[in-house]
């Protein structure tokens, strides 16, 4: 998801990228790197304190950003479609402070516009009677100034610096917070169904590609797959896309199925697995079918017994050990 809003911030034009983390986090830099392969600089820094809110880490990045423009983008929103009319109305706007809206169902759990006259005239941090149904995405552009707003708020009864706190003290300030409507699918990632869903709509832009000599010619790819390099496709696999697989894995006599996201090093055996994600290093061994399930890091799903029940969901957590 990380590299994903990178690759939109680049395309936007910006070449200056600022990753926040939380104290000690390494996994991440390792991942991803100085940018340098993706066409950008990075630099990391951590949020001191723990997770103190986003205003938090706006007050943070000052000494990094400094007296200029920026955008504040939140690395677990999924957004089809490119960034930069935002970047580049803003740009080209008097706004101190311009905010992606989506409409959504559950207004409840987001930032909350109140908008008149085509002007936004409030914001409150999720609203049990929100004033509209539009919902603060997790992109923001702002001018210096908002340094001044994260600086002169409270925290909120559960002790986080609010984002929606400093637009609205913006709003009081006097200066011009405007918005531009995200028409095309957004997703906020927040819930296990939200990463699935957003795996499948990225899946369908998938750019096709296998990368591996090593596929059994018994064995069946159709449809749109991505192969890396190093993985081994053997006897009786049938891959049917979209379908994304990573590097160094190892396959045999299963079924990988449309909307199937698997990460480098992962084992898969026996198993049917559809719409769902595994995450590097799992190994699933079991006569089972998998479906709308995300499977963590270094994760096991083996057999316990020859007589299991079909259909499996599962939301399983990293280093877990799972038998069926």
Not at 53 to 66: N, S
Not at 201 to 215: A, C, D, K, M, Y
Request: proline share 4%.
């Amino acid at each position: 998801m990380i590299v994903n809003a990178i690759e939109k911030v680049r395309e936007a034009g910006i070449t200056d990228v600022y990753i926040v983390t939380n104290v000690g986090e390494q996994e991440l830099q390792k991942a991803i790197g100085d940018g340098s392969n993706l066409g950008i600089r990075i630099t990391y820094f951590e949020q001191k304190g723990g997770a103190l809110g986003l205003a938090h880490v706006v007050k943070m990045a000052e000494p990094y950003i400094g007296n200029e423009p920026f955008l504040f983008y939140l690395g677990d929103n999924i957004i089809l479609g490119s960034i930069k009319p935002f970047v580049d109305q803003f740009a080209n706007s008097d706004l101190h402070c311009m905010l992606a809206l989506s409409k959504v169902k559950d207004p409840q759990r987001f930032g909350v516009p109140e908008i008149k006259d085509g002007k936004i005239v409030g914001v409150v941090e999720k609203p049990k009677d929100p004033k509209s149904n539009f919902a603060v995405t997790g992109i923001y552009l702002y001018e210096p100034v908002i340094f001044d707003a994260v600086k002169n708020i409270s925290p909120s009864e559960r002790g986080e610096l609010e984002i929606s706190d400093a637009h609205q003290y913006l709003l009081d300030a006097g200066k011009l917070v405007g918005y531009k409507e995200i028409t095309g699918w957004w997703k906020d990632t927040g819930k296990p169904e939200d990463l699935l869903e957003g795996n499948q709509l990225l899946l369908q832009e998938l750019e096709p590609g296998i990368f591996t000599e090593s596929i059994h010619q018994e064995s069946r790819i159709e449809g749109k797959v991505r192969i890396g390099r190093g993985t081994t496709i053997g006897k009786n696999v049938v891959i049917r896309g979209p379908v994304t697989i990573g590097d160094s894995c190892v396959i045999e006599n299963a079924y990988i199925g449309p909307y199937a996201s698997i990460g480098d090093s992962v084992q898969i055996q026996r198993a049917e697995i559809e719409h769902s994600i595994v995450m590097t290093g799992a190994q699933i061994d079991c006569d089972a079918r998998i479906i709308d399930s995300i499977i963590g890091s270094e994760a096991k799903v083996l057999d316990e017994e020859d007589s299991l029940p079909h259909g499996h969901k599962l939301i399983i957590g990293e280093h877990s050990s799972i038998e069926l």
